[in-house]
C-alpha cells in the first residue's frame, strides 16, 4: 500500500473558483496563473483542467512555460518576470510565450534578435510596489521604443501590480490603479492600449481595480487572499485537501510527555493517534500544540512537535481511533488559511512547499 499522505485535487472547484473570478471583472479576460506548480496543485494538470475556460496561462518562468507546452497546453503563456535571456525571447517566439517587459536590459534583448515570429509584449510598470517595472516618467518611452520593433507585436499590454490589495481598507490600491490611468493616458493611442490589474486580491475586493486583463492565482486554488475575512472570498471551494491517516493509537498517562523535546506533557490519561504526515510533506514544523487536525471529521488538537514524518494528534474525546483512519490537515472545514496563520504565514507559502513526495490525487465528475 502506499504512504498514505496525499493532497487531493478538486479539478469540479477549480473551474467553480475560475468561472467566479470570470463573472466578477465583466468584460476582462482573465489569465489563469499557475506558477510554482500551479501553487503546489501539479501545473499541467490545473492548466488542463481550465484549459477549455482560460485564454491564456501565466508562470514566472520559461523553464514553467515549457513544461505546460510539453504537457500538451496550447494557449499563449505569459511570462511574469519575463525574459532572462535573448535565447529565451528567440523560445517564447517559437512557443507563443508572453514576455513581461519590465526594464530596459529586456529591451535590449528584443532590439538585439532576429525572430521568424514577433512576440507578444507586457510592460510592467512600478505604480507603487518598487519591486519591479519602469518608472511613471519611462512609460511613454518605452511604449515607443517597444512599439517601433519588429520583434514586438502590436498588441503592447500595459501591466502593474498591487502592493496591498488584501487590505480592503487600504487606499494604494485606489491609487495604483488611478496612477496606471493616468500613466497610459498620454499615450498616442491610448483609448486601444489594453491594461492589466487585477490580482484574486483585486478581482474580489476591488471592483474598480482590474483593467482588460485580471491575473488570478491563489483565489483559483480556493483559499482568500485577505488578510481579514471578505463575503466575497467565502464563494471560494477550497482545491487541496491535505490527508493522511492513523498509523499508531497509544495511551499516556498524566504527566507523560509527547514528541521531540517533550514540549507536551499530558493533564489527564489522553489517547495520542500517530498520522504520517510531517514537515517533509510540507506540513509546517513551527505549528504549535493546539493546532486544530480533523480526524475522521472531528476537530482534535496537534500534541507535541511536527516530525518530518509524523505529527501527534490528542484524540481523546473521539471515541473510537483505529489505524488507517482518516486525517485531514486542511481542506473542506479547515481552511489551509487557519493553518497558515497559525504560523504567521500565507496559505500560498503552504500550498506552494508541498514537495513531490506528496502524490497529488486528481478528482472531477465525469462528464458525459
Ligand atoms: C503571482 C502573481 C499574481 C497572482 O497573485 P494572487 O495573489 O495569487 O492572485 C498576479 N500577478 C503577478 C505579477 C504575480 O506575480
Known amino acids: 500500500m502506499a504512504r498514505p499522505a496525499v493532497a487531493e485535487i478538486n479539478l469540479d472547484n477549480l473551474r467553480h473558483n475560475y468561472q467566479l473570478a470570470n463573472s466578477l471583472v465583466g468584460d476582462a479576460q482573465v489569465i489563469a496563473v499557475v506558477k510554482a506548480n500551479a501553487y503546489g496543485h501539479g501545473a499541467v494538470a490545473v492548466s488542463k483542467a481550465l484549459q477549455d475556460l482560460a485564454p491564456a496561462f501565466a508562470v514566472a518562468c520559461i523553464e514553467e512555460a515549457l513544461e505546460l507546452r510539453r504537457g500538451g497546453i496550447t494557449q499563449p503563456v505569459l511570462l511574469l518576470e519575463g525574459a532572462f535571456s535573448e535565447d529565451e525571447v528567440i523560445i517564447a517566439s517559437v512557443e507563443n510565450f508572453w514576455l513581461m517587459v519590465d526594464n530596459h536590459k529586456q529591451i535590449s534583448m528584443l532590439q538585439n534578435v532576429t525572430l521568424q515570429q514577433s512576440v507578444s509584449v507586457w510592460i510592467k510598470v512600478d505604480t507603487g510596489m518598487h519591486r519591479l517595472g519602469f518608472q511613471l516618467d519611462e512609460v511613454a518611452d518605452v511604449y515607443g521604443e517597444l512599439q517601433s520593433l519588429s520583434a514586438v507585436n502590436d498588441d503592447i499590454v500595459v501591466a502593474s501590480h498591487f502592493a496591498c490589495a488584501d487590505d480592503v481598507s487600504n487606499e494604494m490600491t485606489q491609487a495604483q490603479t488611478e496612477c496606471l490611468r493616468n500613466t497610459v493616458k498620454p499615450l498616442p493611442n491610448n483609448e486601444s492600449i489594453l491594461l492589466s490589474l487585477g490580482n484574486s486580491a483585486a478581482i474580489l475586493g476591488w471592483p474598480e481595480a482590474q483593467g482588460d486583463w485580471v491575473r ?13 475575512a471578505h463575503d466575497e472570498a467565502k464563494r471560494l471551494k477550497p482545491v487541496m485537501t491535505l490527508k493522511s491517516q492513523v498509523i499508531a493509537v497509544r495511551d499516556v498517562v498524566a504527566g507523560e510527555a509527547v514528541g521531540y523535546g517533550a514540549t507536551w506533557t499530558a493533564n489527564r490519561t489522553s489517547k495520542i493517534a500517530t498520522v504520517a504526515i510531517g514537515y517533509g510533506d ?4 513551527t505549528v504549535p500544540s493546539g493546532t486544530p487536525v480533523l480526524v475522521n471529521g472531528e476537530r482534535c488538537l496537534l500534541a507535541g512537535r511536527v516530525s518530518m514524518d509524523m505529527i501527534t494528534v490528542d484524540v481523546t474525546d473521539l471515541e473510537d481511533v483505529e489505524i488507517g483512519d482518516e486525517v485531514m490537515l486542511w481542506g473542506e472545514g479547515l481552511p489551509c488559511e487557519e493553518i497558515a496563520g497559525q504560523v ?22 465525469i462528464e458525459e
Open 282 to 285: 510540507g506540513y509546517p514544523r
Open 344 to 365: 504567521d504565514t500565507i496559505s500560498y507559502e503552504l500550498l506552494t512547499r508541498i514537495p513531490t513526495r506528496v502524490s497529488r490525487m486528481y478528482f472531477e465528475e
Open 216 to 228: 488570478p492565482g491563489i483565489m483559483l486554488y480556493g483559499c482568500s487572499p485577505f488578510i481579514h
